[in-house]
């Protein structure tokens, strides 16, 4: 299996892609620590173990930086030293510049961009006295190409892919590669918000699809199998990159 003998963190594994990415790398033999701040991570945990896998959720906001301590002491002391970091927690709020208040800047700021600093400075360590390790953490196309009405949100996943870069550079020489992926719009809890605040729902969803040259906007799981390539040998000559998996939608706008 492809990630026999890892440890993983996966924050925001609680549902979404989070959850994906942590089914599908203890499918692969990763011993699972699931972070997240909603408690719905119980269940990401009891679906893992009743298929013979191994997770720990524990609940975490990891835009704090004792809770991202606490969470990778425990995880490691359950599990053993973290080699595997997937950075997928994240909210966006719709609310154009103009209209955008401080806190909710610096809120899904914190949330989705400190979120990745912390998680990896504290698992940095061990993964150094490991000298192995891979992190990938899940940007947006909104990273490359902003759309109206998210600027804090697309900041946030810009930013990721610039720490990503900067990261890989940094870390590459102790064995740890770090990279990304901006996925287009995918069928989630989080864009299921978006469809229950409009008045039309379904034309919306026709008007996702048709945004995407695939024709179909994605499934947690297309994006899981990116974070489970990056996150394996099979990538191990990888570093610094942002893989878009988006449906076509980068290579359209380009
Ligand atoms: N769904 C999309 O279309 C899409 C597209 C591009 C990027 N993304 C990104 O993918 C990631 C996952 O998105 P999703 O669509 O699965 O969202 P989701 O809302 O379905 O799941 C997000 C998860 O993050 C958790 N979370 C939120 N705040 C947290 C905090 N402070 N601490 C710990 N956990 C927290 C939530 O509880 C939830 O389990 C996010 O970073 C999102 O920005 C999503």
Not at 2 to 7: C, E, H
Not at 14 to 40: C, H, P, T, W, Y
Not at 97 to 112: K, R, S, T
Not at 159 to 187: K, W
Request: include cysteine.
């Amino acid at each position: 299996m492809r990630l026999d003998n890892r440890v993983a963190l996966v924050s925001g594994a609680a549902m979404g892609i989070g959850k994906a990415i942590a089914v599908l790398f203890a499918q692969e033999g990763a011993r699972v620590i699931a972070a997240d701040i909603s408690e719905q991570g119980h269940e990401t945990e009891r679906e893992i173990r009743e298929a013979g896998g191994q997770c720990l959720f524990i609940r975490t906001d990891v835009s704090q930086e004792n809770h991202v301590q606490a969470a990778v002491r425990a995880g490691s002391e359950r599990f053993g030293p973290i080699d595997v970091l997937a950075n997928v927690a994240g909210i966006a709020h719709e609310k154009p510049a103009h209209e955008l208040p401080l806190e909710d800047w610096q809120h899904v700021l914190n949330v989705n961009l400190t979120s990745m600093f912390l998680c990896a400075k504290h698992v940095l360590p061990a993964m150094m006295k490991l000298h192995r390790g891979a992190i990938v953490s899940i940007s947006s196309i909104q990273g490359l190409f902003g759309f109206p009405g998210y600027p804090h949100y697309a900041a946030s996943k810009g930013g990721i892919i610039a720490m990503t870069r900067q990261l890989s550079r940094e870390y590459a020489a102790e064995g740890i590669r770090v990279n990304c992926i901006a996925p287009g719009t995918v069928d989630t809890p989080m864009n299921h918000g978006v469809l229950s605040r409009v008045p039309d729902p379904e034309a919306l969803k026709a008007a996702w699809a048709k945004m995407h040259p695939l024709g179909r906007f994605g499934r947690p799981i297309d994006i899981a199998y990116g974070a489970l390539f990056l996150a394996g040998d099979e990538s191990s000559w990888i570093t610094g990159q942002c893989l878009a998996i988006d449906g076509g939608v980068s290579a359209r706008v380009l």
